[in-house]
């Protein structure tokens, strides 16, 4: 049984190194491409179509709902002062959950990559501390040494670990549905492959992804707050 | 194509996770794809919308002023004209009131002139009927006795003289001024 990411082709060489056309680079870049497609294909629908009351149901109506929901979602946990991020996030959620869904058209999911999860978590990591800094300055450091000089190391590996843990949650999360449905494939007799892993695809899939989304998200956000208003 | 492709069966067999040189490279991939795909949904779809969302909600509640406004002024408006409409009220009362006042007063004062010259005709009239009366009674007097003297003289003529004769006559005359005859 091989899940492993398949290497198809060399892109190009660094050094001594070649970097590979993956499965993932191809799910992702088809991915990237057809929501980037989408994006401006719905926002020119949008404009051209624009009404000041859309009809319940219309195009306009539901991508409204979508951009304020996740406008109020982001309001509510990352607060006033960093709605800004709304748009980041709200990319975020949409790449991961489509990517942890694309399993359900034979790609193999990004997400189940950890180069795609840290990225993503590295992203999370930068924009916590930068925005720390930039905004709490001086308490940003005293937090570090909080409530004495002991307690550096503790706190140096409880942000170094945050990454790690956001990154290796979703990984192993959607490679954890990738290889239980890879195997349950294998076991089926063929005819049996068209209806059985259906429940499987509902919740390794559509359940557990969307949800893995949404915890990356969230905790996402919870750290950047965290640490851009200091934690009292 | 510059890019070198290789066959598939060349390729070194795939991996689930491996931490080295090829990791990173991965990693700076990804990291750039899930930043550009990141920025570009938010920048072409929910920053355009989010800002026609804001934009509607401004419009609205700018709205909603207006007619709070617009209603506030019809009803400061309307007290407005109430009170004048009140004011017009109680004006066109005081101003009747003037009028038939004045109208009164006026057609009581020619009534009252009118009487008044009436009453200087009767008595101007009255007046004139008494002192023609007194004139006619006096004629009379003086015409019956000069018809009395005229007769009396035709029976006493010779034997009176002047004087006599005109004490007869005032005498007559006295007497005749109680008789009540003529009255």
Redesign the interface.
């Known amino acids: 049984m091989?899940?492993?990411?398949?290497?198809?082709?060399?892109?190009?060489r660094?050094?001594?190194?070649?970097?590979?056309l993956?499965?993932?680079?191809v799910s992702?870049?088809t991915?990237?491409l057809v929501?980037?497609a989408l994006?401006?294909v719905?926002?020119l629908m949008?404009?051209k179509r624009?009404q000041?009351a859309p009809a319940s149901g219309s195009l306009q109506n539901v991508?409204?709902l979508a951009?304020?929901t996740?406008?109020n979602f982001v309001t509510s946990t990352l607060g006033h002062n960093l709605t800004g991020l709304?748009?980041?996030f709200?990319?975020?959620f949409?790449?991961i959950i489509i990517s942890n869904f694309s399993a359900l058209v034979g790609l193999r999911p990004?997400t189940a990559?950890?180069?795609?999860t840290?990225?993503?978590a590295?992203?999370t990591f930068f924009l916590t501390h930068f925005l720390g800094i930039t905004r709490q300055q001086g308490e940003y450091f005293k937090e570090y040494v909080n409530p004495v000089f002991i307690f550096l190391p503790i706190h140096l590996i409880g942000e170094i670990s945050k990454p790690i843990s956001l990154s290796f949650r979703l990984f192993g999360n959607i490679?954890g549905g990738v290889i239980i449905l890879g195997l349950l494939y294998k076991a089926l007799p063929i005819l049996l492959r068209f209806a059985v892993p259906d429940v499987l695809h509902l919740y390794f899939d559509l359940f557990a992804g969307s949800l893995q989304a949404y915890i990356f998200t969230i905790l996402s956000m919870t750290y950047i707050r965290s640490k851009a208003e200091g934690s009292e | 194509m510059g890019?070198?492709?290789?066959l598939?069966e060349a390729?070194?067999?795939?991996?689930?996770?491996h931490f080295?040189?090829?990791?990173l490279?991965?990693?700076g991939?990804?990291?750039i794809?899930?930043?550009?795909?990141?920025?570009?949904?938010?920048?072409?779809?929910?920053?355009?919308?989010?800002n026609?969302?804001d934009k509607?909600a401004q419009?609205v509640a700018a709205q909603l002023d207006g007619a709070k406004k617009a209603s506030n002024e019809a009803d400061t408006l309307k007290e407005e004209y109430e009170s004048k409409l009140v004011g017009i009220d109680t004006q066109k009362a005081e101003i009747l009131a003037n009028a038939k006042a004045l109208a009164k007063a006026s057609a009581d004062k020619t009534l009252a002139d009118a009487r008044e010259a009436a009453e200087k005709l009767r008595n101007r009239a009255s007046a004139d009927i008494r002192s023609a009366e007194e004139n006619a009674k006096a004629e009379m007097k003086r015409e019956m006795i000069d018809i009395s003297f005229l007769l009396a003289g035709k029976f006493v003529a010779a034997s009176l003289d002047d004087k006599t004769r005109s004490d007869l006559v005032d005498s007559a005359l006295d007497e005749l001024g109680g008789v009540k005859w003529l009255a």
């Open positions: 091989d899940f492993s990411n398949k290497k198809l082709a060399i892109l190009f660094v050094g001594d190194a070649n970097v590979y993956t499965n993932t680079l992702t870049w991915i990237g929501l980037i994006a401006f719905l926002r949008y404009m624009y000041d991508l409204e951009v304020e996740m406008s709304g748009g980041y709200f990319g975020v949409v790449f990004p990559d950890l180069s795609t840290l990225a993503l590295l992203n490679l | 890019i070198p492709f290789a598939l390729m070194p067999p795939g991996s689930i996770l080295d040189k090829e990791f490279l991965e990693l991939i990804q990291w794809n899930t930043i550009v795909i990141a920025v570009v949904l938010s920048k072409v779809l929910y920053k355009p919308v989010k026609m969302l509607r419009k």
